[in-house]
């Protein structure tokens, strides 16, 4: 089993950048796919980003078309932290931004995900 917290979340103008990390303790997050999820208020939660785990060409990387070009996924296993860095932010990113782990090979949908952190909040102002 696997803790996940997220941190790095905050206040942002459009066109500015955030880091987001997500520290996992319990296991070695390099053995899960990992991933980040995001909810609007009054919206679904969607995927954003994922990294597969180690084990498959040391972690194939996964993006949202909206976010492609701008977010990067990565992680530091020494730190057993994933990590997401967000540039160009548009105030459509404003969200509450999860970290969650899988051992399903389904990258995408939340339903395969298993562990979840408490979120992060982004907002980004116009």
């Known amino acids: 089993q696997v803790q996940l917290v997220e941190s790095g979340g905050g206040l942002v103008q459009a066109g500015g950048s955030l880091r987001l990390s997500c520290t996992a303790s319990?296991?070695?997050?390099?053995?899960?796919?990992t991933a980040w999820f995001r909810q609007a208020p009054g919206k679904e939660r969607e995927f954003v980003a994922a990294?597969?785990?180690?084990?498959?060409?040391?972690?194939?990387?996964y993006y949202a078309d909206s976010v492609k070009g701008r977010f990067t996924i990565s992680r530091d296993n020494a730190k057993n932290t994933v990590y997401l860095q967000m540039n160009s932010l548009k105030p459509e990113d404003t969200a509450l931004y999860y970290c969650?782990?899988?051992?399903?090979?389904?990258?995408?949908?939340?339903?395969?995900?298993?562990?979840w952190g408490q979120g992060t909040q982004v907002t980004v102002s116009s």
């Open positions: 990294i597969s785990w180690s084990g498959v060409s040391g972690g194939n990387t």
């Open positions: 969650a782990a899988t051992s399903s090979p389904d990258t995408r949908s939340h339903y395969a995900y298993d562990y």
């Open positions: 319990g296991r070695a997050v390099s053995t899960y796919t």
